[in-house]
């Protein structure tokens, strides 16, 4: 029979050779999918999991960094202009890269994700705690980011499909249960007036987390952060024009350099290397390396604004790397075992 009279593509039929190892078609075709449309990098394997890890982890490092700079911004801007600058800065960025970058619309079926992404990470998070911070300090307001990777990891798993272990959910439900003692032990064990907004917060973020970790395993992660940014542009300039007039603005060193980091920083840089790493190592996993971020937020609550830290917190820092250890190591082995055996 002639190529041309079969009915399946001469491009589609796989030929062995018998040069080739199983292990080396293996990679091969991973790397074929990993090069595909839309893929955001290689597909999952040892090399993929370890780079996701760290991007995820130097999106939590900037994440840390929040609380505190929020705290210096609202020494020169009101709350509510604080929040909508951020969001403008950001959105100019990012559309100056999507621009530079000739980068193509999203198809119609992703903008519902991209308003949750930006509903929840570019407006309802940063609008929620900076409120919040107006009556808790930086410490106390870390008591949402202990439970954010547990709620973020139960509303993966029902979005996505992801199933992890129970030694993974033992593991979460541990850190979980050290960050938050420890951070409610620090701020003396009593509920601040800015609750409220701390676990309204915590909802609307991790809906932000989990809707941008699906979406950057379609489209690259800057795309995702980028496309949220420039969807929320007309409401963040529109709350500019109303907050600045009515909040007063005293402009000096430490606000400046808050509103650069929690625009540039933050909102964009952070959130693009954390969507990468989550596309790279799932939701659930990405989520737990945030039990690190109360931690970190406290030493730089300490540098930076002079806020105490009790001795307690090495204690705490390596109890909640146990945690950490063991919820990526269980993630692992369930990302080995749901493989395919090649034959």
């Not at 840390?64 to 604080?82: C, D, H, I, M, V």
């Not at 920083?265 to 790279?280: E, I």
């Amino acid at each position: 029979m002639r190529a041309q009279d079969s009915a399946t593509p001469s491009s589609s039929i796989a030929v062995s050779d018998p040069a080739v190892t199983p292990r080396a078609a293996g990679a091969a075709a991973r790397t074929a999918v990993a090069d595909g449309p839309g893929a955001t990098g290689p597909a999952p394997g040892f090399s993929a999991g370890r780079s996701g890890t760290v991007l995820a982890g130097l999106g939590v490092v900037a994440f840390s960094l929040t609380f505190p700079a929020t705290a210096w911004g609202l020494e020169s801007f009101g709350p509510w202009s604080l929040v909508a600058l951020r969001s403008v800065l950001a959105a100019l960025v990012a559309g100056g890269v999507l621009l530079a970058a000739r980068v193509p619309l999203p198809a119609r079926r992703h903008w519902a994700g991209l308003a949750v992404v930006g509903g929840g990470v570019v407006v309802g998070f940063p609008l929620l705690t900076t409120l919040a911070l107006q009556t808790s300090t930086t410490s106390h307001a870390a008591v949402v980011v202990g439970l954010l990777p547990l709620t973020t990891a139960v509303l993966g798993s029902v979005r996505t499909g992801e199933r992890p272990s129970r030694t993974f959910w033992v593991a979460a439900l541990a850190g979980a249960a050290v960050v938050i003692g420890f951070t409610v032990q620090q701020s003396g064990g009593a509920l601040a007036s800015g609750d409220l907004y701390l676990f309204g917060a915590l909802l609307v973020c991790a809906a932000g987390y989990t809707e941008g970790g699906r979406l950057a395993r379609v489209m690259p992660g800057w795309q995702v952060i980028g496309w949220a940014l420039v969807l929320c542009l007309p409401l963040a300039v529109a709350g500019s024009l109303v907050a600045l007039p009515l909040e007063p603005v005293h402009l000096n060193a430490h606000g400046v350099l808050g509103l650069v980091w929690v625009a540039a920083g933050s909102t964009f840089l952070g959130l693009y290397v954390w969507y990468r790493g989550m596309a790279a190592i799932g939701v659930a996993r990405a989520s737990q390396l945030q039990l690190a971020q109360p931690l970190l937020t406290l030493v730089w609550s300490f540098l930076l604004l002079g806020e105490e830290v009790s001795a307690a917190a090495p204690v705490a820092a390596g109890a909640v790397l146990v945690c950490i250890a063991a919820t990526q190591r269980a993630g692992r082995r369930a990302g080995r075992e749901s493989r395919p055996v090649r034959s």
